[in-house]
């Protein structure tokens, strides 16, 4: 069964810190998606990754397809930033299998 | 940017009702999904579908649930004889292929009384 754990669940954060979330899952995948997702509840894709690196503004996606983890970072975070964070798998077929969010609060 | 548009954003519907919400994926894209999420819980998949039928279903898409392409432009979730426990945030994605982008609606909000 394909489990996705994310952690940490909840993570406190001052204006400019450097944030780290990170996912691991359980059966090999052919993508892993980080969403984002705000209080009103929508949900905005963020990175859609298979191997190495990608980045986009202040956001870093990382994943290791042999140790089955992936890390989302974010640079010189802002209140804006706050959200949940969610990463998704994509093992066989078709549906994404979703880890239970990291909710980030980032404080001016 | 293309976006999926959901409707309603919110719907207060009685136990034992059928309701059903409406999407409009991105035009071009060919996959489209339909997510939930209970309050406070993760999101869960319920039905993709792909060449106008049904590609993969969960074990929660029972024969309550039906799903419908009916002009080529909505996609369509319909929940026959609504329980209380349907009560959920309901997310339609689209993509492009297999392996693509997901893009995300902005959700109904089914609240069942």
């Known amino acids: 069964k394909n489990e996705v754990e994310q952690s940490p669940q909840n993570l406190t954060a001052q204006e400019g810190e450097f944030i780290t979330i990170n996912c691991s899952y359980s059966v090999g995948i052919s993508a892993l998606h980080w969403l984002q997702q705000h209080p009103g509840g929508g949900i905005v894709s963020l990175f859609m990754?298979?191997?190495g690196k990608k980045k986009h503004g202040r956001l870093i996606a990382t994943i290791n397809i042999q140790e089955k983890h992936s890390s989302l970072h974010i640079t010189a975070s802002h209140p804006r930033d706050s959200a949940v964070y969610i990463c998704?798998?994509?093992?066989?077929?078709?549906?994404?299998?979703f880890g239970a969010g990291t909710i980030l609060r980032v404080k001016s | 940017e293309p976006e999926v548009t959901q409707t309603p954003s919110h719907q207060v519907t009685q136990m034992g009702q059928e309701v059903i919400l409406r999407c409009v994926p991105i035009s071009n894209h060919l996959y489209f999904y339909w997510y939930r999420q209970i309050l406070g819980q993760k999101v869960e998949f319920l039905v993709s579908?792909?060449?106008?039928?049904?590609?993969?279903k969960s074990e929660i898409f029972d024969d309550q649930f039906s799903v419908e392409r009916p002009d080529g432009s909505n996609f369509t979730l319909k929940i026959r004889s609504t329980k209380l426990e349907d009560s959920a945030m309901y997310f339609c994605a689209c993509g492009a292929g297999v392996n693509t982008e997901a893009f995300f609606g902005q959700g109904t909000r089914l609240t069942v009384v």
């Open positions: 990754l298979s191997s």
């Open positions: 998704a798998t994509k093992p066989l077929g078709n549906k994404l299998v």
């Open positions: 579908f792909y060449n106008n039928e049904i590609s993969e």
